[in-house]
């Protein structure tokens, strides 16, 4: 038989379009990924090992080792970890995402998302808001205080209101967040106001403690972007359904661990492609420059993976105020990505464009044969743990690892 | 001392844009609407007799006349209107806006919004919502109970949630849905979800009863008008401190009584220009079309009186789905009213045109020497009282309204 790449990547896209991401729910981590266990730690990106860890993965391993009590205070963590008493896996791993350092530990909360049109999960951590944040390296008191309170009274009573919500379509919450200047990446404003919306009045509902409901709520709507983790873990269920055909060229994830960015490909199994990861540019907050800049870090290009965030650029002009350049870069940024992708999305359309859908499906071979590499907004994490996010940017994965997957692609197919 | 039109005009607009509405509480009209008494209604637009009002603003009356109690069946309040004892006055001579039929009873629950840097106030009642409304002139019997709901469980739980809350910005509000696709006239779904957010902690905060909370939450969050009403009276509030220059010949008043449209003028006074209103062209529902459409009706052209709403349509183009055209007419609309305006709105910034301030500050001499009116965006009204909403879409007024108003100018202030 002779090997039939576009329909093989039509079939990878078509999946991934179809797909119908439902949260469906919020539980303890160990009791619903497959294969979290004590001990093992899950994060962003390609696999990697302690010694080669950036400083803002390393602080989130620390709070997470205090968080669940595999020690008491950071030296005995850090000594724990250098022991090799602590395992490492990617998180994609396992079905799951988390931005930035992307930290998940066996006992915290996670969003359980189905994609109800192919029966795969998706899976990911809450978000925790602005300031002092595991996932850009913070473990201080007062971050594993705020991590206890959202894993505890918060996930319980959100857990509740899904419970009662029926699920939520996060699909057309997307749609409609990209029709309201959201690119669902780096500006999560009014998807994470619809999420708030949905849920208020199953919180209402439920909830039996009138100061927990006030302060969830406060939570969830002060937090532009309380919505990501959700909208990551379907866009992982949407990347996910797209993988595994037989003889795609479609990526199916980008994941980049502060030190690596990797991609997987549709027809190419679990091997992860990787290169160093690049630094952002971008506008940074007051008091900091490039030089503190850590290198890429987080799972959340899986955003871009499922054809949002910066593929989605032209429906948020306002976006440019935070990751840098004019309204007219931000149309340009989606009108460049139609060149590598394999399609335009069906659901989610862009007003500025007529309505075109966004660019779906990365395609390595375009993207060697341009020279192209796909486009991504992110935040800037400072390359020391703990500091916390410096500023948000573009920026690009490293071309050699889609001309490493090609490389693989012909071996595998053994053409030429 | 020669008349200086432009820099009347400068302190006009510079009071306009100047001005801070804030929603400071609800209140029952007749307790805070100056001059509101029992046996007046208000209604949108310029003053107008039963005999010519058109079919919505008729049910409406018939309705507020029954919730008021003022008669117990249709034919009572019919006779009771035809009989002279109801007295009819429009909300714009009371502080207030309402959209639509705006008809506002003594009884009816009303947003107090306080400009806070020039001390006038404005009010509005509560968006009932879709479907059978009293604002499209239905008054059945759930209807009026939906009212009552909304003017009692609903008002008191919002006030006391404003009342702790310490008052809600809708200055910056708007300007932050117009980053969000709004344009704060016909699109407001960002608008009234950033609503939602500011005010649900302080619902959970004061409630007692959780099903009237639930219900309350889910009211406004389903509502992608909830935040229409205070927009309106935050317009009125922001335009009435513009009204009153010596020389001005910025508009201040824009209004639809669904027979006549009328304009008032800064350095004009109290005097209304009237002429015909025109009907609205745009998208009609299902079973709808152009032969049921009533002519312009509401008070809502308040936004773009205020910069806002048409004039800002190059910030909403996932609006034209809904009242027709291309999201390039969307942005050639706010392009088009910068010809007739004062200014730029130092606030209120449109991203896609690399945020430049919303044309404000209607000019009626650059209306009628350009013979160029302003754009509104509206929905639109059955012309028989009590169907409803049968779509919506794009209108302007007659330009006469703003020749008689020159003239009148003219000869006010003795010119040429």
């Keep these: 038989m002779t090997l039939d790449i576009e329909r093989a990547n039509q079939t990878a896209v078509e999946r991934m379009t179809s797909a119908r991401p439902m ?84 006992s915290m909360a996670v969003y359980v998302v189905e994609n109800t049109a192919h029966g795969n999960f998706a899976f990911s951590n809450l978000n925790e808001g602005y300031g002092k944040v595991l996932r850009y390296g913070a473990y201080a008191p007062e971050v594993l205080d705020k991590l206890r309170w959202m894993n505890g009274e918060m996930a319980n009573l959100l857990g509740a209101a899904l419970d009662v919500s029926g699920g939520l379509d996060l699909k057309t919450l997307l749609a409609e967040a990209l029709h309201m200047g959201d690119e669902g990446h780096n500006r999560n404003k009014a998807g994470s ?54 003889g795609s060229t479609v990526v199916t994830a980008m994941a980049r661990n502060g030190t690596d960015f990797g991609i997987r490909v549709s027809g190419l199994g679990d091997q992860w492609f990787t290169d160093l990861a690049q630094t952002p540019d971008g506008l940074y907050f007051s008091g900091f420059s490039a030089a503190d800049a850590n290198p890429d870090i987080g799972d959340s290009t899986i955003t871009e993976t499922a054809g949002i965030g910066a593929f989605a650029m032209a429906a948020a002009p306002a976006i440019v105020s935070f990751v840098s350049g004019t309204p007219k870069d931000a149309l340009n940024a989606t009108l460049e990505m139609y060149e590598i992708a ?37 935040g800037i994490a400072h390359k020391d743990a703990g500091v916390g996010q410096v500023g948000a940017g573009l920026v690009r994965p490293p071309i050699g690892i889609f001309e490493q997957a090609l490389v693989a692609f012909a071996e595998r197919y053994d053409v030429a």
Tied chains: 1, 2.
């Design 23 to 106: 949260l469906t729910g919020i539980a303890v981590a160990r009791d619903v990924i497959p294969g979290l266990r004590d001990g093992l730690l899950l994060h962003a990106g390609p696999p990697i090992a302690w010694e080669k860890m950036s400083g803002p993965l390393r602080g989130a391993v620390i709070g997470a080792v205090l968080l669940e009590g595999w020690a008491d205070d950071e030296d005995s963590a850090r000594v724990l970890v250098e022991k090799g008493e602590v395992a490492f896996e990617p998180c994609h791993h396992h079905g799951a995402v988390g931005p930035m350092a992307g930290v998940t530990s066996p």
């Design 193 to 246: 106001l619809l999420f708030l919306k949905l849920l208020a009045p199953a919180i209402a509902r439920v909830a039996t403690d009138r100061k927990a409901e006030e302060k969830v709520l406060a939570f969830l709507g002060d937090n532009a972007l309380s919505v990501l983790n959700p909208v990551m873990a379907a866009c992982k269920a949407m990347a996910d359904a797209a993988h595994g055909i037989e």
């Design 342 to 378: 394999v399609a335009e999305h069906p659901s989610f359309t862009i007003p500025p464009l007529d309505f075109r859908g966004t660019p779906v499906g990365i395609d390595i071979r375009k993207v060697v044969e341009l020279g192209l590499t796909p486009r991504v907004n992110t």
